[in-house]
């Protein structure tokens, strides 16, 4: 098709599709021959496969992401969000991390904006759950669970310990089971540094509406990891809701009750709410209508793919469409750039047809499942075809490399258990530090003994600690003077 100029290709989104098809595109694109921006809030793309090893530690958070600005240097990246489409008129609302928003004209649309978890009204989980779609998530996640040892290891209040060591996960597919496979594996691990814990002290709740687990395989293969989870002292709630979390207070349909500081949701997601305010068509579950050859259905120059969109899947008969996976979003991407650089040259374009191959999902280390085209595996070899499939599809050598290296040191080094809760407020420490004077001043109760200067770090016998004065029933323990600054009585 001519514009008479070179086009302007929008990409909505620097996900799977979004990074895969801008990449395809700069690529192969002649000089000139058209121009291609990507807008996306974040600076980089995830690879979530890899996001229950990050937080379990067996990767560098760093490694699972890849910055768009030094893979797509050959297109202009925006950071910010899209928040409205005009594709009638062509225009774009974009809203920039910083700055003022503006409207952006262009000639081809790229939607692919991607999800966002999918959440249900149910009382307290807003306020204390937390999702599994990022790395930022991912991160917190683990740091939370060391930073809940650290305190039940520190604590004798055995309510305390109790509910610090609970950690609930809501939805049995994949996110959800890997990252409680990895996480409780690390835990366990990380029990060998806590003398006052031990692995029988953790509970772990897995909380699924269905009747089963991993309904991306088998129900031979779902069984088995059912069992295995099980096994590990792993609780699987099968066919369970929960209906209210309230405080950290848990309370499921099934009468059971206990409390969490933990709460994971990884039950399913749905399209971005971003299209609700656009032109295109929607499905019934707020998906972009698609046709098999990738085009928004009935509108000429859009295009989408990946988890927004309701793509036919041709090989499971008329009205299937293509489920929100991986493997989906990538081999799309493909053939979206393909069939735009065909629709620009003015040759034919294919449909997407792919039968699916398979899953394979990560269990802990040496822990895993596989079903791939008919061929089942189980323990260690789904474990190394996990980590060999994935390591094979995260983009760019150089993230192919890092990932390798991780998984290389891992083999002759164990995993950090270190909880850097600081980062979710870096700037707490530095507040206190600039203002003293709003900190309050830290209270010693009367029970607790005073060494003298003597006393303190000779081990002598603490047997004036107060000098001969009557105890006060608490004293003010003023900030430490500088070193040289003399006390005046």
């Known amino acids: 098709m001519s514009f008479g100029h070179p086009p302007h290709i929008l990409v909505v989104g620097g996900g799977y599709v979004g990074m895969y098809t801008a990449l395809r595109l700069q690529r192969r694109l002649r000089q000139g021959e058209a121009t291609v921006t990507v807008v996306e809030p974040n600076s980089y793309m995830t690879y979530q496969p890899f996001l229950p090893e990050a937080a379990a530690g067996n990767l560098e958070p760093r490694h699972v992401v890849v910055p768009l600005r030094s893979v797509l240097n050959g297109c202009r990246v925006v950071s910010g ?36 978890a999918r959440t ?12 599994f779609k990022s790395v930022a998530e991912a991160i917190h996640i683990r740091n939370k669970v060391i930073e809940r040892m650290d305190s039940a290891a520190s ?40 003398p006052e814990l031990s ?25 088995y990891t059912l069992k295995q989870l099980e096994h590990r002292g792993i609780e699987m709630k099968i066919n369970t809701r929960v209906k209210s979390l309230v405080d950290g207070h848990v309370v499921l349909d099934s009468g059971e009750e206990f409390d969490t500081e933990t709460i994971i949701w990884t039950a399913g997601v749905k399209a971005h709410p971003l299209l609700a305010n656009t032109d295109l068509p929607l499905d019934e579950r707020g998906r972009i209508k698609a046709t ?89 070899p789904a474990w190394l075809m996990h980590r060999t499939y994935h390591l094979s599809r995260v983009p760019t050598f150089n993230r192919k490399a890092r990932v390798l290296a991780d998984w290389t040191l891992a083999l002759f080094f164990r995993r950090e258990i270190v909880s850097l809760g600081a980062f979710a407020d870096p700037r707490a420490g530095f507040r206190e530090a600039a203002s003293p004077s709003a900190a309050p001043a830290a209270q010693v109760p009367a029970s607790a003994p005073v060494l003298s200067s003597k006393s303190a770090g000779h081990g002598e016998p603490n047997a004036s600690v107060t000098g001969g004065r009557k105890p006060a029933a608490t004293r003010t323990v003023g900030p430490a003077k500088p070193s040289g600054e003399t006390s005046v009585a």
């Open 120 to 131: 249900l009204p149910i009382p307290g989980l807003a306020e204390l759950g937390i999702g």
């Open 292 to 380: 098999a050859f990738l085009q928004v259905d009935g509108v000429e120059q859009a295009w989408t793919a990946g988890d927004c969109a309701a793509v036919p899947d041709l090989t499971r008969g008329e009205g299937a469409t293509t489920s929100p996976s991986a493997q989906h979003a990538v081999r799309q991407a493909r053939l979206l750039a393909n069939n735009i650089l065909a629709d620009l040259r003015g040759e034919p374009i294919a449909p997407y047809e792919h039968s699916y191959a398979g899953s394979v999902a990560s269990l802990g280390l040496h822990k895993g499942v596989a079903d791939v085209y008919g061929m089942k595996l189980r323990g260690w």
């Open 199 to 223: 692995p029988s002290d953790m509970r772990w709740v897995m909380v699924e509406a269905s009747g089963r687990v991993l309904p991306e395989v088998s129900p031979a293969m779902g069984l």
């Open 81 to 116: 969000s899209v928040t409205g489409l005009n594709h009638a008129q062509r225009r774009a609302y974009i809203a920039p991390n910083q700055g003022t928003p503006y409207e952006l004209h262009y000639d081809v649309l790229v939607g692919c904006p991607g999800s966002v």
């Open 155 to 194: 604590s004798n209040d055995p309510q305390l310990r109790r509910r610090a060591l609970t950690f609930v996960f809501i939805g049995g597919g994949f996110a959800g089971i890997e990252a409680i496979a990895e996480l409780e594996d690390m835990a366990r691990d990380a029990c060998k540094f806590y």
